[in-house]
């Protein structure tokens, strides 16, 4: 089994983007990983070649979202498209304010949900700058799919989700706090090795 993380690259507001890190600290322990532009048009299709390239048999998705929160498993992705440049300078080809599609990721959340939890515990002391992970990453928690949710991560979620559907590839996508830095990124990587170890497991029983 091979899995495919991916992280995004920086983007307007965001110049240090936590999940290009986590890649970064990723590859070194071994993983395939690739770090995205944030652009609508090239984000999908670069996941979706890598993935093919590298046989994946389980794609986890990685993005950033509020300074200091939880870390977010998505439960699915909609085909709402923010009036928003990407780092390209380019608007996404159809921008569409309501949903006319929802897909749920392929991804077991619960077994993710349960993974995380179990892994936070384990790291949630670790300190950067006298700062405990855990006054940055607040645990994890499973979100619905919401219109707010809108940007090239919701996109990319989308279309790599529709497109291996039926191939037996699985995806999912985790927004994580913004403020993860040095030893936090290291720890937020265990965590992810968590979940993808539990959602190995469940893949091999289904």
Request: glycine share 8%; hydrophobic share 45%.
């Amino acid at each position: 089994m091979t899995i495919l993380f991916s992280g995004f690259g920086p983007f307007d507001g965001m110049p240090v983007n936590a999940t290009e890190q986590m890649m970064h600290e990723l590859k070194k322990r071994g993983h395939e990983t690739i770090v995205l532009p944030v652009e609508w048009a090239r984000a999908a299709e670069l996941l979706l070649a890598k993935a093919l390239a590298c046989q994946a048999t389980l794609v986890l998705m990685s993005g950033v979202a509020g300074a200091r929160q939880p870390m977010w498993i998505e439960s699915a992705a909609m085909d709402v498209h923010a009036e928003r440049e990407d780092t390209a300078g380019k608007m996404p080809e159809v921008v569409r304010a309501k949903p006319t599609e929802t897909i749920y990721v392929s991804i077991d959340v619960g077994a993710a949900k349960s993974a995380a939890d179990r892994a936070f515990e384990q790291v949630r002391d670790r300190g950067e700058g006298g700062v405990r992970l855990d006054a940055i990453m607040h645990g994890a928690i499973m979100m619905e799919p919401r219109i707010e949710n809108a940007y090239v991560c919701n996109d990319t979620t989308f279309r790599v989700t529709r497109e291996l559907s039926g191939t037996g590839v699985r995806a999912g996508f985790f927004h994580w706090p913004n403020e993860l830095r040095g030893a936090h990124v290291a720890a937020a990587c265990d965590v992810l090795l968590a979940i993808a170890e539990a959602l190995s497991s469940s893949t091999k029983k289904a």
